[in-house]
């Protein structure tokens, strides 16, 4: 056969017997690669031409006995017209070249194996995985017709040859570690030379050395020998996945401001490659990932990679899923004016993303496909702008700040703050973060009795999406002045409802939801914490004394059963009380119910086991069109005392002068007695703070069965 100019091809030929017809088949080769020449068309006149497969192999079945003509052709190549004869019981081949001098006739391998003692065979291909130590013992089994093989020559997929003397039809060699993961990569061969040089055709071994899948580093896999099975495993090594976030945030943005927010999906996983070509790593596991203003989440990280071995190389593909849903409790510090105010922040963290594995880069990076989440139909949480993205964000972080401040122990200044910030990402299109925005509303309010004032509000809307926009101004330092007095309303009662003040005392916290889907009570283990009641008045004031292994409560219960029908009365509070004896709760219930409204409960026990409680109480039933000075001109002291045999409060006023008397306090002395003091203000001043209004502090003393008089205590001795 003629070939290209410097290059020596041979086409081999096997006869197979029969009557009056027979069969053949051939390899055509490059002579001076060893390798397969594939995809050649093969043609005798009066026959339909074949292609020679990935082996260069191919065969003609039921020709004539005799001579035959074989053509051989393939882009690139200029081939000559062979003569070949079809035998019985005999087989034979030749190998013509262009060449001036010609080599010795080269008989191919006649029934030959070339088998692994693990894991390929004839009819079993395998992958082993270039630079990954493995072992593997070879066996050829050589049939070359009337020549006698001295030596094979292995011809290793990198170029390089190793000989072996043989002695006989069979010869083994064991590519010890770490020879199967460095020969490079391509197929082994194996040609057979005889005494006088004569070579034959070279035989494929049934495996592909391949490099290990982009995106697994090949110095983490190792192979497991055990079984017949191969199989490449790899020790957890970290991919970045994506790293997205904005550094930055304008500093007047509450909570937010300064600080930094980012995504990072970086995190380890394991993956497992076969000797079938196919690779896979299963993702499982909370990553470390979400940064909101200094605080870290977890998210749940899920999905599989998968590489699969063709022709073109690997190709990769997979799904990865990532969910984020973390509540966060922290304390937090803030100033209101020069008032310093502690209070506590909840972060929820609530994500999702599923992406498409694409590819990998040569630095092992995974190209993604971020396939994008279409906004629900039906009402949502936000109107929706123009400028958004028409997609669901992918990162909802939501913040609820509630902390406060007292002020001359009778008003409490409340900052709250609630908002959402959203985040939408983007794969493969760059920047991946395509935008942030933070949408908040905060401010500060003050609460006396069950009035409240707003002091401020304030809301801010702010978005990056390659530049920003902002709304809103930062908070003023706190100030009221008696003028505001005014301006505090009646609070609103959302908290009513049906499952207003629900008791639940038996139950520790993880059955008492299971308790109000009728689910079996489960009595609580002692010393674990109990959560009394539930979705309770915001103002309730509890006081608490020990007596003995008994606790004493008391606390203020907006009653709904109180001039039903008039959504803002002022009359609805009533102090209630409870004891525990043996880790068992009594049902809540009024120590007197006189009709008016109740503030500012403190309890005590006593050494004989009885109990005190003070209070402050409205001196009547009030309209509902009180004002707050109104309200604070009405208020009295009441104390009550408890009888622990009988279990009943008999209650008693201590002050009726129509003037404001507020925030009471109690002690007791072992002896069984105690006393009570209070502030009074004869301006009916909540805050005290007017030179010609000045607080006075009075108080009584309980002798074991009768309080006194109120007295004054003196300025000179306050």
């Known amino acids: 056969m003629a070939v290209a100019a410097g290059y020596t091809h041979n086409l081999a030929l096997t006869g197979a017997p029969g009557a009056a017809t027979g069969s053949f088949s ?31 192999k191919f065969t003609f079945a039921s020709l004539p006995v005799g001579e035959v003509m074989v053509t051989a052709a393939k882009a690139g190549y200029n081939f000559t017209t062979t003569t070949a ?95 199967m993961g460095s020969i490079g990569c391509g197929r082994l061969s194996v040609v057979a030379i005889d005494a006088s040089s004569n070579e034959s055709s070279p035989v494929y071994a049934n495996f592909d050395v391949i490099p290990p899948p982009q995106g697994i580093p090949a110095g983490s896999l190792h192979s497991n020998t055990q079984g017949d099975t191969l199989t490449y495993t790899s020790d957890p090594y970290v991919v970045n996945f994506f790293e997205v976030g904005l550094g930055g945030i304008p500093d007047d943005i509450p909570v937010f401001g300064g600080k930094n927010f980012s995504y990072n999906l970086i995190g380890p996983i394991s993956a497992t490659v076969n000797g079938d070509g196919i690779a896979v790593a299963q993702i499982a596991s909370k990553w470390e990932s979400i940064s909101v203003a200094g605080i870290e989440a977890e998210t749940e990280v899920s999905g599989y990679l998968y590489w699969v ?21 922290y304390t937090y510090q803030f100033m209101i004016g020069y008032v310093p105010v502690f209070g506590t922040v909840d972060h929820t963290f609530d994500g999702q993303g599923l992406f498409e594995l694409m590819d990998w880069d040569l630095d092992g990076n995974p190209a993604l496909s971020l396939i994008k989440m279409p906004i629900p139909p039906g009402p949502l949480l936000w109107s929706w702008p123009s400028d958004w993205p028409p997609w669901m964000p992918n990162i909802l972080a939501g913040v609820e700040l509630a902390s406060g401040a007292g002020f001359a122990d009778v008003l409490s200044a409340e900052w709250y703050l609630g908002g959402t910030a959203l985040m939408w990402m983007q794969f493969p299109e760059e920047p991946h973060l395509d935008k942030l925005c933070i949408i908040l509303d905060y401010g500060v309010r003050v609460v006396a009795y069950i009035y409240e004032y707003v002091l401020y509000s304030n809301s801010y809307d702010w978005c990056f999406d390659g530049g920003a926009r902002g709304t809103g101004v930062a908070m003023s330092p706190l100030s009221l002045t008696p003028a505001d007095i005014s301006k505090f309303r009646i609070m609103g009662r959302n908290y009513f409802g049906p499952n207003y003040a629900i008791w639940a005392p038996a139950l520790p916290q ?28 915001g103002y309730s004031q509890p006081s608490i004394s020990a007596d003995g292994n008994d606790l004493l409560l008391a606390w203020v219960y907006d009653d709904p059963n109180r001039d039903p029908g008039e959504p803002t009365s002022i009359n609805r509070t009533e102090v209630v009380f409870s004891r525990c004896a043996d880790g068992n709760w009594t049902e809540p219930g009024p120590i ?14 006593l050494a004989d086991g009885n109990a005190l409680c003070v209070w402050e109480n409205a001196n009547g039933h009030l309209p509902n069109d009180t004002n707050l000075t109104e309200m604070a001109a009405a208020m009295e002291i009441k104390a009550a005392h408890y009888d622990s045999v009988s279990g009943a409060w008999s209650a008693q006023n201590l002050t009726s002068n129509n003037h404001l008397d507020r925030t009471p306090r109690i002690a007791a002395t072992d002896n069984g007695t105690a006393v009570a003091v209070w502030i009074y203000n004869e301006k009916d001043n909540i805050l005290g703070l007017d030179p010609n209004a000045l607080n006075n502090i009075r108080f009584s003393k309980w002798n074991g069965s009768n309080w006194s008089e109120p007295s004054t205590i003196p300025p000179a001795s306050a």
Do not use: M
């Open 26 to 56: 051939g390899v055509l080769y490059d002579y001076a690669t060893g390798h397969p020449i594939t995809g050649a068309t093969i043609s005798i006149a009066g026959r339909p031409s074949v292609q020679t497969d990935q082996y260069g």
């Open 510 to 537: 993880q059955e008492r939801l299971a308790t109000l889907e009728g689910e079996e009570q489960i009595p609580p283990e002692p010393n674990e914490e109990q959560l009394l009641q539930f979705n309770v008045f």
């Open 592 to 605: 007197d119910d006189d009709g008016t409204a109740n503030f500012s409960p403190r309890i005590v026990a």
């Open 85 to 179: 004869s079809v035998n019985q019981n005999s087989n034979s081949s030749k190998s013509f070249s262009t060449k001036q001098k010609l080599k010795q006739t080269l008989f191919p391998f006649g029934p030959t194996q070339i088998e692994g003692d693990k894991y390929f065979n004839e009819s079993r291909h395998c992958y082993f995985l270039n630079g990954v130590p493995c072992n593997e013992k070879i066996n050829v089994t050589i049939d070359w017709g009337s020549h006698t093989p001295s030596q094979v020559r292995w011809i290793l997929p990198n170029g390089t040859t190793q000989p072996d003397a043989v002695s006989g039809s069979f010869i083994s060699r064991t590519f010890n570690n770490p020879d």
């Open 309 to 329: 071995y063709t022709k073109e190389g690997w190709r990769p593909s997979g799904l990865i899923l990532f969910s984020a849903d973390a509540e966060l409790t």
